[in-house]
């Protein structure tokens, strides 16, 4: 197995670990052997990871067919109407889902509006 050293920046969704990611005080985040998506790539970002160690040796699928995933707020303006529809659906489920068991908090509605606010959709 061979193996590099990369820094976040370059890793993508797909790749997979070829040693323990740990955090400052020596915890494992994720094992080696684990296969990074977009989801723990993100987490791994805000935890301040700089780097990790990937496998040469695996091919990662999602590298050679997906398109980078962007996070930032949706841009309507570059957007064709059914695009657009999609994504605002899209972050609406996000956002239902996320606060499925908070529905009776009575600042809910007002926490869903501004986050939907703040994702660049709007909440209906």
């Known amino acids: 197995m061979s193996a590099r050293l990369i820094p976040l920046e370059q890793a993508s969704a797909g790749m997979v670990l070829a040693a323990d990611l ?49 996070a930032s707020p ?21 956002l239902a889902q996320l606060f499925r068991r908070s529905a009776e908090v009575e600042a809910t509605p007002l926490l869903l509006r501004l986050l939907s606010l703040h994702r660049g959709v709007a909440a209906t």
């Open 74 to 94: 949706v841009d309507a303006a570059a957007l064709d109407a059914t695009t657009m529809d999609a994504a605002v659906d899209a972050a609406q489920a996000r």
């Open 22 to 70: 740990r955090d400052a005080d020596g915890a494992v985040l994720l094992p080696a052997g684990a296969t990074l998506s977009v989801a723990s790539l993100a987490s791994l970002r805000r935890r301040g990871i700089a780097a990790c160690s990937v496998r040469d040796d695996v091919a990662a699928p999602a590298q050679a067919s997906a398109a980078p995933v962007d």
